[in-house]
């Protein structure tokens, strides 16, 4: 359409011409028929006629050229309207491919958002599944990229898909996927996340009352060893089975709890449970088979450490049940070769190879 009014324009500026040029022929007709004219004294006598005729055709000329000039005057409008237009759809088209530019850029935040959980996660759940008694930690990024992208204008998004992805029959599904697939990776992290968090919490509330357990137990062990001491004296309170056993007790757990602190790691209760109450137990359940509980606090002290080691096998199961689902989760949305990751990816290349072709 720009190149037809263009056309036009000149075909009217030739026709003008050539008019002019016309009336500048007529015109040195005219003043050649004068005698010995001069300049600015053309003289007119006798000439009635022919001025008539000059004039008359003149006019005509002159009438046809305004025309051509209101047409002029149209048809300039019409260009500058549409080169106006031209400029407009310019800049709404910039504007859609800067729209994919901020959507790329997002996705570059996003996109390594899920790749840095998924190696945190994958380094945790191995570890809590080994070892569940002993804490370990997921990193979390507190960025908002996944906000970021549904807090941009929808309609927006649409214009764009639609402008630079229109060769494709199915890019709305793209772009609904992209939508659904952020939306789902932003709710899996606050969801991954908030479970963490009471995970972690429940975790250390339970180790916390634990560890309180064993120090009243360690406490109900002094009690029973000076209450030996005290009816049999500080030389003979060890011959006893119930005191001795307790007795040789205490120093070993205390000397782990002192190794932990030296080695700047928190203890670990599946150690202590195995290493130290376990023992305990069955050596306890030996006297008890010859001599029985004694009546100053024996049968507390074992009915604790018992209780103590039932409260670490219900904590582990309940931390090694987490941390399968969080295996679940990485392998389904998480890893790598996962093929929702993967559709991720693969938009997001998509909408490079636009940028890149059209910047």
């Not at 005729?53 to 005057?73: E, K, N, P, W």
């Not at 759940?125 to 370990?136: R, T, V």
Request: glycine share 4%; hydrophobic share 40%.
């Amino acid at each position: 359409m720009a190149i037809t009014i263009k056309k036009s324009k000149n075909t009217i500026i030739g026709i003008s011409l050539f008019f002019i040029g016309l009336i500048i022929v007529l015109l040195c007709q005219l003043i050649a028929e004068t005698d010995n004219w001069r300049w600015f004294a053309v003289d007119y006598n006798g000439q009635a006629d022919q001025i008539s005729a000059y004039g008359s055709l003149l006019g005509g000329i002159l009438s046809f050229l305004s025309v051509l000039f209101v047409l002029f005057t149209i048809l300039e409008t019409r260009e500058q309207i549409q080169n106006e237009k031209l400029e407009k759809d310019a800049e709404e088209r910039l504007s859609k491919l800067n729209r994919l530019k901020l959507i790329s850029n997002i996705l570059i935040s996003t996109t390594d958002e899920i790749k840095s959980l998924g190696e945190n996660l994958l380094e945790f759940y191995p570890a809590e599944q080994a070892n569940p008694s002993q804490m370990h930690v997921i990193y979390w990024n507190t960025n908002r990229h996944f906000d970021r992208l549904m807090n941009l204008d929808f309609l927006e998004m649409f214009n764009a898909f639609e402008e630079y992805f229109s060769d494709d029959k199915d890019w709305n599904k793209m772009l609904l996927n992209l939508y659904n697939l952020n939306d789902f990776y932003g709710d899996a992290f606050a969801d991954l996340k908030q479970k963490y968090r009471d995970q972690i919490q429940y975790k250390v509330t339970e180790q916390k009352s634990i560890g309180k357990e064993m120090n009243d137990m360690l406490d109900m062990m002094n009690e029973v060893v000076d209450a030996y001491a005290d009816e049999y004296g500080m030389g003979h309170h060890l011959n006893h089975p119930w005191s001795s056993l307790f007795n040789e007790y205490i120093p070993k757990h205390y000397k782990y709890l002192e190794q932990q602190i030296q080695a700047d790691e928190m203890p670990d209760f599946r150690t202590i449970s195995n290493d130290l109450l376990l023992p305990l137990i069955k050596e306890a359940m030996q006297i008890r088979s010859v001599n029985g509980f004694d009546s100053k606090g024996s049968r507390k002290v074992i009915k604790t450490a018992s209780n103590i080691r039932k409260r670490i096998n219900e904590v582990e199961l309940y931390c090694v049940q987490y941390a399968d689902d969080i295996e679940k989760q990485y392998k389904n949305y998480f890893s790598p070769e996962n093929s929702s990751l993967q559709v991720y990816q693969k938009i997001k290349e998509r909408i490079d190879n636009v940028i890149q072709k059209n910047s």
